[in-house]
């Protein structure tokens, strides 16, 4: 598979107002096309940030990012955000908050209407069209924000934590329904989590990320997110090699 990122060597800082905050240390990672990739680590350890380089909010002190081999300087219709927060805008309704990155890009009326219905129809969300935004629940504001990510279509889609405010069984189906879209549109994702399971049950790759002088420490290859693609139902939580990883990851961030 061809790699879409690549992130050479890079480093972070803060500068605060009476010292140098060091947050990414030396970070080197591809992102190939059609990977799943999570980011795991605590609280605090700089996932946000690293996120944040990757979308063109953040310049590193040093080394660089490359999306196809082009430098990245600053944020651009190539890489989609979603935030744990959707960001929508409340007085539009749900088809024009979809809308708004296709129009930007000068689609025809028809294209938009297209574009609207096919990624409004991957979220579940056809029905809601003319519903403001402000009337939603949470995991429809999230869907919203998703349909409006994908509507963009971009090479990669950065979320940073996309499930982290929903309640439990709001957030198990919207996992379900993110790995269905990853699948059905072939997307590249990098997505941002402190939750293991989450990042074991999505990923194709995890890397473990923790506070201090080496930022990503561990690099995993898995593939439940295909087992359970096929079988929803399948318990590979309570697979063997499932809670060898788990067991590894957690005894790495608590060192
Ligand atoms: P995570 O997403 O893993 O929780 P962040 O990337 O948000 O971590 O933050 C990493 C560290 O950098 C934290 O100590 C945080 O307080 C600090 N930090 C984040 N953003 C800023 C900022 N804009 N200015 C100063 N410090 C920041
Ligand atoms: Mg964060």
Known sequence: MK?????????IDYDLEDYTLPVINN????????????????????????????AGFIKPIKGNILLNDQEIIGPDRSRGVVFQEPNLLPWYNVKQNVSLGPKLANKTQKEIESIVDKYLGQVELLDYKKEKVFELSGG??????????LANNPEVILMDEPFGALDSFTRKKMQTMIRNLWKKNNSTIFFVTHDIDEALLLGTKIYVMRSGKKSIVKAYDINYT????????????EEDSFIKIKEEILDLLEE
Request: contains cysteine; hydrophobic residues 40%.
């Open 3 to 11: 790699t879409l990122l690549k992130i050479n060597n890079i480093s």
């Open 27 to 54: 970070v080197s990672l591809e992102v190939k096309e059609n990977e799943f990739v999570c980011i795991l680590g605590p609280s605090g350890c700089g996932k946000s940030t690293l996120l944040k380089a990757i």
């Open 140 to 149: 429809q504001k999230q869907r919203v924000a998703i349909a409006r990510t």
């Open 226 to 237: 295909s087992v359970l693609l096929k079988n929803p139902k399948e318990k590979v939580v």
